[in-house]
């Protein structure tokens, strides 16, 4: 075994007996832990900028695009966001200990469904440090010890992170940052089945593969997020423009942001004109197919690779479409099972696409920019589970437990009550 695989070994016993420790702690006594995390993230923001600089210089260095520096940059107002973050956690309702179903049997038995911990979590991601605050602390308020596994652009920063978090009174070992960036950390990890109950993979799908690939214990899935806006025949055209730009704009470099326009060919004249000089304001490059371009005739021409790309970037590609169903076709075949958006004013049809899209997150004249945790209500998130078990869409609290059945009776043996 090598030192890598060693040091990680041991990080997965000092878990399991971290999560132990978590599983006695009462909801109270975990928000306090939780807001003097925020506490200390607040009174080191200096130290986590500081770091936070090294990874940004090292990334300009690397020749990382400006969307990527972006989700790897830290500033006042998101070291405070991430503090308020832990704050909001805090005040959530626990679910640990939530009684899901009761129910009595013939012979007197008392039967419980309740919900509690997982256990032990690896989590490994790219890029965003904000993600280890994130993920870290929606485990603790679910009495998960986390074992947490960064990208290398953003070590500095999810090092000064993870220490703060660590540092506000948690239970020894509850929250751990491996310091390796190599493959190797990423394949102990994944094969460590003894100590590790659940593995979250968040990245390129080029990491999720490997991960899937190498995984001995369940793995929850955030693949890429292709997501699409349809813009049905009898669609709101100015809803649908400002919709448009705020799902490709808002925020280019996200799993939520727009990559498929997909547009009924009835309103196209109308309305793709209107949108494409929006969408330009805002820098965003244009790609279309060839009766897009017939309207749009200075854009580039889109390939067969476009629709399956997530762009995280400010690049739109646009088909059009000549009905509902050849929209949830394309949308089927081509998307990530991630957040697809249909405007429309007849609720008939958005009610068809709400039931026939495949994918964890579907909306009605909103912005697909609203699949987050936060947005949904939940706190901090920990991804967007684009699986179907035994999470789907922005996992919050609840899809960080999993249950148990509580049996209580008086004496009732098998026995005594056979048939």
Known sequence: MSNIQETIHQMGRQARTAAYKLAQLTSDEKNAILRSMATVIRAQAPLLLAANAVDIAGGVEKGLSSAMLDRLRLDEKRIEAMAAGIDQVATLPDPVGQVIETWERPNGIRIEQVRVPIGTIGIIYESRPNVTADAAVLCFKTGNA????GGSEAIHSNRAIAAALAAAGAPEHAIQLIPFTDRESVAALAQMDKWLDLIIPRGGKGLIETVVSLARMPVIKHYDGICHLFVDQDADLDMAADLTVDAKTQK???CNALETLLVHRDVAADFLPKAAAALREKGVELRGCDETRTILTDIAATTEEDWSTEYLDLILSIKLVGSLEEAVSHINQYGSHHTDVIV??????????LTTVDSACVFHNVSNRFADGGEFGFGAEIGISTDKLHARG??????LTSYQYRVRGNGQTKQRNAN
């Open 146 to 149: 986390t074992i947490l596994r």
């Open 344 to 353: 429309t004013e007849n609720e008939t049809t958005a009610e068809r696409f």
């Open 394 to 399: 922005p996992m919050g609290l609840r899809e």
């Open 252 to 254: 280019c470099g996200v």
